[in-house]
């Protein structure tokens, strides 16, 4: 089964069960990815998807920082609910140390000696990663390495 016929499955569970937070976060996943395949005019795969999702909990994450600093707790407690309904359908998030091994892999494979390479180790690591881990950790990863 797709992500897509996952996410349409369970929408309708939701709907038959009543709850409306579930079914609310699902319909706003399945709009961000209709949205993206009318703007690429065509079907997503299953990665694709993932990085839709990845997005959508990333923007959330941004959300619930400017929601701390404005003592707004009703709004970071329903983003953190929301987080949590799109990690369900993530791959599993990988460990800090999964990611530093990545990290150290992909430096030695692209020879980078410098923070100039950044850019380079961060194009071959980020398709490794999509949807696993957050790209401002990795990013943190590898300036600690190449500094």
Known sequence: MS???????????AMKSKDKERLSVIRMARAAIKDKEINERKD?????VIEVLAKLVKQNKDSITEYEKAGQEDKVKDLENEIAILQDYLPKQ???EELVEIVEEVIAETK???MRDMG???GVIMPKVTGRADGNVISQLVKERLA
Request: proline share 0%.
């Open 44 to 48: 997503l795969t299953d990665e694709e």
């Open 112 to 114: 980078a000696e410098s």
């Open 94 to 96: 990988l460990s800090e």
């Open 120 to 122: 380079k180790v961060m």
């Open 3 to 13: 992500l897509q016929e996952r996410l349409l499955e369970d929408m309708k569970t």
